[in-house]
Nanobody, 123 residues
């Protein structure tokens, strides 16, 4: 059973930064892909960023390009978010899958999910 757990959410002011962390069982991180997703009230879950453990390539949603950095360090995945905006307010989820690449890193492409961590950005 792959277990995934997020941490690092919180309440911040617009313009500030947060770093989200994701830890999981060793199996989850054996060249696996890590994805970060978010879901705000009344909206569908959307992809934020993904990193392929096989290739090291990273992918970002247009809405966070230039403000977000996804990275892997041993058994922990990070999402650094800078210049946060109120529109970034959402529950952020980490997910694990075999790989991710363009056209295949949407929510339906990932099987193993954490419970989420809330990010709230005030103006």
């Amino acid at each position: 059973q792959v277990q995934v757990e997020e941490s690092g959410g919180g309440s911040v002011q617009a313009g500030e930064s947060l770093r989200l962390s994701c830890t999981g069982s060793a199996l989850a991180f054996d060249d696996s892909a890590m994805g970060w997703f978010r879901q705000s009230a009344g909206k569908l879950r959307e992809g934020v960023a993904c990193v392929s453990g096989m290739t090291g390539k990273t992918y970002y949603a247009d809405s966070v390009k230039g403000r977000a950095t996804i990275s892997l360090d041993k058994d922990t995945a990070y999402l650094q978010m800078n210049a946060l905006e109120p529109e970034d307010t959402a529950m952020y989820y980490c997910a694990v899958e075999r790989d991710c690449y363009p056209g295949r890193w949407g929510p339906d492409d990932f099987r193993y999910w954490g419970q989420g961590t809330q990010v709230t950005v005030s103006s």
